[in-house]
């Protein structure tokens, strides 16, 4: 009468079972979950942080091709001068946090 000859309660025992298994199997899913947010939160802060200057990278890189393309000898010039403003930030930046 029952699917392959089990009672009601093997059933029963059966499905229970069954709805442990898969209640385990969601808390291991949100545990992985868990684990790969935390694991790619760098990556995520980063790609934030380009995001929020996405208007400045631009700007400046537009900038950046016109100049180049008016003097091709301002190359040098202006590579040295963003490497000092670049470093400049970089030691305000640690000095404010202090």
Same mark, same amino acid.
């Given at each position: 009468?029952?699917? !392959?000859? /089990?009672? #009601? %309660?093997?059933?029963?025992?059966?499905?229970? +079972?069954?709805?442990? +298994?898969?209640?385990?199997?969601?808390?291991?899913? =949100? @545990?992985?979950?868990? %684990?790969? !947010?935390?694991? =790619?939160?760098?990556? %995520?802060?980063?790609?934030?942080?380009?995001?929020?200057?996405? *208007?400045?990278?631009?700007?400046? @890189?537009?900038?950046?091709?016109? /100049?180049? @393309?008016? !003097?091709?000898?301002?190359? *040098? #010039?202006?590579? #040295? +001068? @963003?490497?000092?403003?670049? =470093?400049?930030?970089?030691?305000?930046? #640690?000095?404010?946090?202090?």
């Amino acid at each position: 009468m029952w699917e !392959n000859g /089990m009672k #009601k %309660d093997e059933l029963a025992a059966r499905r229970h +079972r069954f709805e442990q +298994r898969i209640m385990q199997e969601r808390l291991q899913i =949100t @545990s992985a979950v868990r %684990d790969w !947010n935390e694991a =790619t939160a760098p990556i %995520d802060h980063a790609w934030r942080q380009i995001v929020h200057y996405k *208007g400045p990278i631009l700007l400046g @890189s537009g900038l950046l091709v016109t /100049m180049l @393309s008016r !003097n091709k000898g301002r190359v *040098g #010039k202006l590579f #040295k +001068r @963003s490497v000092v403003i670049y =470093t400049m930030a970089r030691r305000a930046k #640690k000095m404010i946090g202090r």
